[in-house]
């Protein structure tokens, strides 16, 4: 598919955003780090968690208070070879970069480390954080709770956050192993896209409080919050398709988000407090790292990392199929596209930036304008 939409200069993006974020109080060290997990998210095509959230996930969440500018982060726990925070409902993104930069040095010094965040809030794509491992050359795992919005396998009530289970894996090749999604078959970032783009949401994706389908974007989003909607599981509805395996996975996420951390869960994570007013979410992320040399050698792992990928990308194809993929690999192949030409941007994306900067009156001219 032909790519329609304006490409505005990374360089450009990034200096609009990192200004935007410090005009509404995030400092300018903090602000960098935000603005390239964003972008980050845009770099690999993860288009549902980059600049298409800049505004109503971040920017609106710091202006009705239930995300908090500077991060005042606290070291709860800490032994050799893990650590727990407290991110007392700042920048998500903030925390865990320092939680990351602690691990990779535990790591590479015990040979494996863990670490979980409480009170924190939206830490952006969860394989940002485990990039940052399998960069070192080391093994990266992360997990984190949402705002409830996957129902139990039987139900109708949204109970689970959508909760990536997320691995980065080395291997010697030009890009790792890098297996970064929900546990269940769409995100709410990707029904915020579809709605923005006025596209439908897939049928059986999202089910109703009577246990039917719903496609209308906009009222998704709207029946989420409200608590007559919720996301199906990995697998969909019931048993037939094994919705209770997406179900379990997203169960093990909230555990380890929660339990580890000492932090809040399922309905606590709302954001809205028991007057239906906006509150803070109070997330907890979990992450572990895990040095390959500690093993057999990072070498060795990486090799044997590469021929698996390798071979299941040379595997024989179904009927009509060119080619067979391996996680990462598309990311890398978009990034391929898009480095010397920016990051697209469509209309609704385009009037968000336009609305920051008339509020924050920035001297600031888009390439698209």
Not at 83 to 89: E, L, Y
Request: glycine share 12%; proline share 5%; with cysteine.
């Amino acid at each position: 598919m032909q790519e329609t939409r304006p490409f505005v200069p990374w360089k450009e993006m990034a200096s609009f955003m990192v200004e935007a974020f410090k005009g509404y109080g995030v400092p300018e060290a903090d602000a960098r780090i935000c603005t390239d997990v964003l972008l980050e998210s845009d770099r690999r095509g993860i288009e549902s968690h980059g600049c298409n959230r800049f505004k109503p996930i971040y920017i609106d969440r710091i202006k009705k208070g239930t995300l908090l500018p500077k991060t005042e982060l606290e070291v709860v726990k800490e032994t050799p070879t893990t650590v727990v925070m407290d991110a007392h409902d700042g920048m998500g993104m903030v925390a865990s970069h320092h939680m990351m930069e602690k691990l990779i040095y535990k790591a590479k010094t015990y040979g494996m480390a863990g670490g979980a965040i409480r009170n924190s809030t939206h830490y952006g794509i969860a394989g940002y954080w485990t990039s940052m491992a399998s960069n070192e050359g080391l093994v990266g795992i992360t997990g984190t709770n949402a705002r409830p919005s996957i129902a139990p396998t039987f139900g109708v009530e949204n109970m689970l956050g959508t909760n990536p289970l997320t691995f980065s894996l080395p291997t010697d090749e030009e890009f790792p192993f890098c297996l970064d999604c929900a546990t269940s078959i769409v995100q709410r970032g990707r029904i915020e896209y579809y709605a923005r783009e006025g596209k439908e949401t897939p049928a059986g994706t999202v089910v109703s409080d009577q246990g039917t389908a719903l496609t209308d974007s906009a009222e998704i989003l709207k029946r989420l919050v409200d608590g007559t909607a919720a996301l199906t599981p990995l697998g969909g509805i019931g048993e037939e398709l094994a919705g209770y395996k997406g179900y379990g996975y997203a169960t093990v996420v909230e555990i380890l988000s929660a339990a580890l951390s000492g932090g809040q869960f399922m309905k606590a994570l709302s954001g809205v407090d028991e007057n239906g007013k906006p509150s803070m979410y109070h997330l907890g992320h979990f992450f572990f790292v895990v040095d390959p040399e500690a093993f057999m050698g990072r070498a060795e792992f990486e090799k044997i990392a590469g021929e698996i990928c390798r071979a299941l990308r040379a595997s024989k194809k179904a009927p009509g199929q060119d080619r067979i993929y391996t996680a990462g690999e598309k990311e890398y192949e978009v990034w391929q596209f898009r480095k010397d030409k920016g990051v697209p941007v469509g209309e609704g994306v385009q009037k968000d930036l336009i609305a920051i900067r008339d509020e924050l009156g920035l001297d600031f001219k888009f390439s698209f304008e």
